[in-house]
């Protein structure tokens, strides 16, 4: 019986086709066949038999439909087996065309990498010619569309695949015939296009490669509104330049000396080992008698039986045919630290010119969004963010490092991932992988089965290790290090019941030193662990304790400061309310990254937009007033009002721009910067026919106002860190900075537009009330304003603001001092409409809020910085997260349980 999905739905039994005449038998036979091996669940098949709302005999006419579809199928249908909560289809890799494409897929990047580039191109063409067309043609209901769409996207990645081996050996003219009716069938795909622009200019083609760069970039920013990537933009800079077919094909272009990209991995490798060495030694994790790791292969065919610990890991690492390690263990097994540890040691031992070793959390990745090596890239240029600067170290390092095997991934946290991602994940990653690329992987273990189920995906030529239970005795060690007999009880009780509910607690690390933690210190008994009756509430029991003995009041020596060491400065039941809010904030938002720039989600989204646009409302409003009474405040305060309301409530949230404050080598730039200010205040002035002497002024006030964000750059040092507070000082001054300097212009503008302006009117309308041409004016300048600060959503906002409050007629002032009034409410207004739509501003206004409605306390980097030195949260890069995935779920699931107390 052979399947076939890549294109419509066809079963063909000794040659002849198999007709399934029922449209929900098709479908049924489509979500089996899209997870081959796998079980389906009912409430999956439901969902993909009907569109709407199912009928309440659902579940029985399911299984109707697929006892009718194995009578349709004949001996074939034998196949689809009843399997716990679902049915599942057995097929071999050669029955279904999806396997028999990856499996040719695969192959061709294996043979791509053993330099076989004619092999793999005509392996990729095998694996192409199994496709009909769209798969699942004309079958797609809403369940079925997003993996097929998954299908799709693996197909086009198969086509750009070979034209890339076929630009390698020069076969252009296949390519260009190729690519240009995929091209026309994927109007998106930026990498389709840059391969045949790559083509059309190898055979001359220089104007067809320009016109088909103009194209996707009018397509890209009327559908997304952005800009083609870095590297198409490069490559038609030079078709512009009339390079040579040769020189043009080598996109990207070779970037700086050879000895600056060696500093870049050179110095990643410095600020990585720095990072996690200090993060080690701040988790306690070189212990005289930290607790012993170990781990056991588990049994896959071809590979090696291999037992150890953590002393060994990196050495069996390195020792591994195919450097690819899949670490598995239970909750708090572990994991985490081995990851943590292998890194250390494999840079401890790293031999110069070898791969970098990185640390990341899975958590953030999104692979439905973002490749791997995309995110690898922007997780680099986030955590080491000199990295991206271009004088330092040529174009794009980070995406450099990734893609030309510099780094050595070690992922951590496959099953911290949302459900829904963890497929897309493992499947990204086993086709990054196909090629023999080093990866390291941590997963608990019966999630990853249950992936590798869903999937039918699994790391082959990966070793996949488990962590053992803690030992009895390795954990009584560990427990009384301190030489105390405190712990004896225990120990007898371990001895003699080892199956005790105690004993099963025991056997993770984590609960092991949670163990320590509570019950180590004077005072506390160990033998209150035996009164325990159930492994379960033993264990919620050590998690709930956790915070409360991370927080134990004790005496601080003399001369100790409060800001660079754990006091007495935070009460347990404060870190216990402050910490739960915290942990539902990241539950609701599926993350495990606390990053200070994200704390706007906590806030409801309506709430967060009219807070910002009330505050903004609130400087217009009295700036109106001033003008011209309360008809003008009311327009002023609704139009700039409404436009941050509206911004913040469906515009894109800022992110960090992460610079820091540079002076040297910037006087030619802050010279050209100058002279753009300098035009815009020359503008400015004559449009509102101010006299020449306060035109001069403004030329010489916005010039400097523009010129000085030049001394904000991009750091120049890859060998350090970012960390959050790094990250918000460095964007709290670019926010200020940003924010005083359209304070400063803008309201010396208005200031003086309302003190000394001529009172000339263009197009006046509604009995003089209103000047259409200044309405225009307004309305460009509000528009350009609002692009430059939030793009889209905000231009058209602002835009529309200006438009309105822009043409509104008022007569000059009378009294000197009220424009100076005017002026700083007129500025304070758009400062702070510049200020929110940074990250920190952002973040500011919206933990105000919450500091104020008592959920987060008021020195809030304060806290966390020293909520990480208690060990409560660790750091990774810009960001922190609660120690263990576990003590956050326990601290959301409290605070979830006190407020439907309450």
Known sequence: MRFRILGTLEVRAYGDRVSLASPRQQRALAVLLLNPNSVVPVERMIDALWEDEPPATAVKQVRNCVSALRSRLGEAGESIVTDGPGYRLQTGSDDLDSLRFRRHVAAARGLAGQAKLVDAVAEIRNALALWRGPALDGLRTTTLAGRAAVLDDQRADAVE????????LGETGEVVRELTEFCGEHPMREQSHLLLMRALAK??????????????????????????????????EQLLAEATPDAVAAAPDPGPPAHHFDRAVTELAEA??????????????????????????????????????????????????????????????????????LTLELLRTRAPGTPVPVLLSLASWDPRREHLDRWLAGRLADNHPALLNAREYGPDAPTRLVLGGHVVPVLDGLDEMPTDLRVAALDALDQAVAVGRALVLTCRSAEYEQVTREAGTVLGAATVVR???VARQEALTYLSARGSDRWLPVADRLRRDPDAPLARVLRTPLM???????????????????????????????????????YAQVPQPPGRNPKTSPSGRYTAAQATRWLGFLARHLDRARSRDLAWWQLYRAVPTRTRASLVGVLIAVFFVVAGWLDDGPALAAIYGLSFGGAGYLTHRFGRPPEPLRTELRFAGATRKFAGRFAIGAVVGVLLGLGWSLATGLVVFLALVFGLVFAVHVWLAKPV????????????????????????????????FDGMAFAFTAQTRFLPVLGGRYDVALGIAGGVAGASFGWFMARGVAAVCYGLAGVIAGGQVFPAATNPVLPVVVGLF????????????????????????????????????????????????????????????RVQERLAAAGHDEQEVR
């Open 161 to 168: 695949l070979g034209a890339e081996w076929q630009l390698r």
């Open 467 to 469: 962590l053992e239970p």
């Open 717 to 748: 040092d890859a060998s350090r860190v970012s960390s959050p507070g790094t990250i918000l000082r460095n964007e709290r001054t670019g926010a200020i900075a940003l924010t005083a300097s359209f304070f400063v212009s803008l309201g010396l």
């Open 203 to 236: 055979e001359g083609r220089y104007a067809e490669a320009s016109t088909l760069f103009h194209g996707l970039r009018r397509r890209l920013a009327d559908e997304l509104g952005v800009d083609p990537n870095p590297d198409l933009r490069r490559l038609h």
């Open 272 to 341: 990585v080992t720095w990072q996690w060495r200090a993060e080690a030694e701040l988790r306690s994790l070189h212990r005289p008698q930290p607790i012993v790791l170990r781990w056991s292969a588990v049994a896959r065919p071809g590979k090696p039986a291999l037992r150890g610990d953590l002393d060994d890991i990196a050495e069996t690492f390195e020792a591994l045919p195919v450097r690819q390690l899949v670490v598995l263990g239970d909750p708090g097994s572990g994991k985490s630290v081995l990851a943590l540890m």
């Open 826 to 885: 007129f500025g304070g207004g758009i400062g702070l409409v510049v200020l929110v739509t940074r990250a920190w501003g952002n973040y500011f206004v919206h933990h105000v809020w919450l500091a104020a409605t008592g959920r987060l306390p008021w020195r809030l980097m304060h806290f966390l910085d020293d909520a990480h030195r208690r060990g409560v949260l660790r750091q990774t890069g810009g960001v922190y997260q609660f120690r263990h995935a």
């Open 512 to 550: 092991v030193d949670l163990a320590r933690i509570g019950y180590g210190r004077a005072g506390a008994d160990p033998a209150e662990l035996l009164a325990a009756e159930d492994a379960g509430a033993l264990e919620g029991q050590l998690l709930d304790s956790f915070v409360p003995n991370a």
